[in-house]
């Protein structure tokens, strides 16, 4: 299922990334590349800084105070920094969105969820607000199951459903890269499978980056992946390559259950 | 385990099963001491107003016979007295409390403020009646009005506002916070269309509570200067003498119930005790009332924020 080629053109690249929670080191001097329109995925052990990178690329640290960029991610095709202070974060996740952990609709109704962020931007015509929401819960294969619903509140869907919603909010606004942060880990298996089955999906419009826990769904979904271990990228490659034949002895260790 | 061990843990379970017992009964006659004491208080005024209270008791000014003597100069002050501290208070505790929450940044300044907030809550409410006539009644030269009460009350129960705000917005989940941040929010985006609005029950509630006090005080409204007899309305808009505006009853003088209460307590016909139990009564009633709504609407505000 993983067709690589080569030629992927780049779309984000982290270059000498580090990133400081006070004067704690979070994340070591990354150097990675994000291929456009493929699945990345990011596993390692918990806490060694995988969200922590994740939600570099879309400024959630300048959020909380006392936190701290050194480097650079440099966004495609336009060559902006990501982390530079003279970028605005808010023109960072216009473009960039993300999917939580925890399933996180706002307590609106279904429409509303789905068109904050076209609300953010200043969209006002009921029309354009319209076709937006219902191609984005299309994209996100919930159209079906809310088409009669849509003022009903966003969290009297199922958990899976919920996830679905908050795909599809973060759908609405064309984003160029989408982030999800262990999107999966808070559903059941058949909610799992079925955002797993929408991510692969999502990659013929989106860019994907994704964190997980789940070793098995890094191989299932993704088609390249990146071992990071306390706040180090230690491998990074085709999917293929770093399941069947890692080059590191810790990315081994760690695939095959010996570590982690 | 054999017979005389089971006999000594069941016995050694029956003793300190003895002390829940105990401390139920404590608990439930330390409630009773406190809810008894209301009921006592509340009957008696019943008991002693009730069979003055009728519509024209309502409707009828003061008067130097008690039978003749109603609390209408006293609600409608208390009433308008009441919408001038609303329309002051929630603005400026509402932007107070969600600047604390979501701007503030994180350093001694902010702290300072925070503990002196909370420092404002127990400032005794005289304190504040003697600022206000020196500030409102003097410096700006508001009169001894509704406008001059209103506003004092509203420096009163503004702590309770932005407690009560912070509170509410501190439970807001910091995912959905991040949420909104993610789709591309301003902290202004954030705060306008979440923030307040999921905190609004809670915010709500606060301000009731608060105006539930402010409507029993005394002190500082005598200290601004409310009449203690007084035969008259405001002013309706637009009535008044020429040029007469909307906001005319703004600057009328004016009494307030407990303000009543306390004048007809003070004399010695015993008729005009009774005038004031049935005062007292409505008050309660008045207070009760702002409570019950308080309740009523944090149930329905709830009702459609689930995280």
């Known amino acids: ?260 | 385990m054999n017979q005389q061990e089971l006999q000594n843990l069941r016995s050694m379970i029956v003793a300190h099963k003895r002390w829940d017992y105990l401390f139920g009964v404590l608990g439930i006659l330390a409630l009773m001491l406190g809810l008894m004491t209301f009921v006592a208080l509340f009957s008696d005024m019943a008991v002693n107003g009730l069979a003055r209270i009728n519509v024209e008791f309502l409707t009828s000014f003061p008067s130097r016979r008690a039978a003749n003597a109603g609390i209408l100069s006293a609600w409608v002050g208390s009433v308008l007295v009441m919408v001038v501290t609303a329309f002051a208070a929630v603005p400026l505790g509402v932007a107070a409390g969600v600047y604390l929450e979501e701007y503030a940044p994180k350093n001694w300044v902010t702290d300072i403020i925070e503990i002196n907030v909370s420092n404002l809550a127990g400032v005794p409410s005289i304190i504040y009646g003697l600022l206000a006539l020196g500030l409102f009644v003097y410096t700006f030269g508001l009169g001894q009005s509704i406008l001059t009460a209103g506003l004092t009350l509203a420096l009163l129960i503004l702590p309770v506002v932005i407690v009560a705000t912070r509170e509410a917005i501190r439970g807001i989940p910091q995912i959905i916070r991040e949420g909104a941040y993610a789709c591309g929010a301003t902290t202004w985006q954030v705060v306008s269309d979440h923030i307040v609005p999921y905190a609004s029950a809670g915010i709500l509630t606060g301000v009731i509570i608060g105006m539930a006090r402010a409507i029993g005080e005394t002190a500082p409204i005598i200290t601004v200067g409310a009449l203690t007899f007084i035969a008259f309305l405001p002013t309706a808009p637009f009535t008044g003498e020429p040029p007469a505006g909307l906001f005319d009853w703004l600057f009328a003088p004016f009494t307030v119930m407990p303000i009543q209460m306390f004048n007809w307590t003070s004399r010695p016909e015993a008729a005009f005790l009774n005038n004031a139990a049935a005062a007292g009564f409505i008050l309660v009633l008045m207070t009760l009332t702002m409570n019950g709504l308080a309740i009523w609407l944090r149930y329905r505000l709830r009702k459609n924020i689930k995280w």
């Open chain 1, 1 to 260: 299922m993983n067709s690589i080629t080569n030629e992927a053109p780049l779309k984000a690249e982290a270059r000498n990334l580090s990133f400081y929670y006070g004067n704690f080191q979070a994340l070591k001097n990354i150097n990675m590349p994000i291929y456009e329109k493929k699945v990345t995925s990011l596993i390692g052990p918990s806490g060694c800084g995988k969200s922590t990178y994740l939600r570099c690329f879309n400024r959630m640290h300048d959020l909380y105070p006392g936190n701290r960029y050194e480097g650079a991610i440099d966004f495609h095709p336009d060559h902006t920094d990501l982390l530079s202070k003279k970028v605005d974060p808010i023109e960072v996740r216009m473009r960039i969105s993300m999917v939580f952990q925890k399933p996180n609709p706002f307590p609106k109704s279904i429409y509303e969820n789905v068109a904050y962020g076209l609300r953010v931007r200043g969209e006002s015509a009921r029309s354009v607000i319209d076709d937006k929401v219902e191609a984005a819960l299309r994209g996100a294969a919930l159209w079906g199951e809310v088409k009669d619903r849509l003022k009903e509140l966003g969290a009297n869907l199922s958990g899976g459903q919920q996830q679905r919603l908050c795909i599809a909010r973060a759908l609405a606004t064309d984003p160029e890269l989408m982030l999800f942060d262990e999107p999966t880990s808070a559903l059941d298996p058949i909610a799992t499978a079925s955002i797993e089955e929408l991510i692969s999906e999502l990659k013929e419009k989106v860019t994907i980056l994704i964190v997980t826990h789940n070793m098995q769904q890094a191989a299932r979904i993704s088609d390249y992946t990146a071992y990071m271990y306390i706040g180090e990228m230690v491998e990074f490659g085709v999917t293929d390559q770093i399941f069947i034949k890692p080059k590191r002895k810790e990315t081994e260790d760690y695939i095959t259950g010996r570590f982690g």
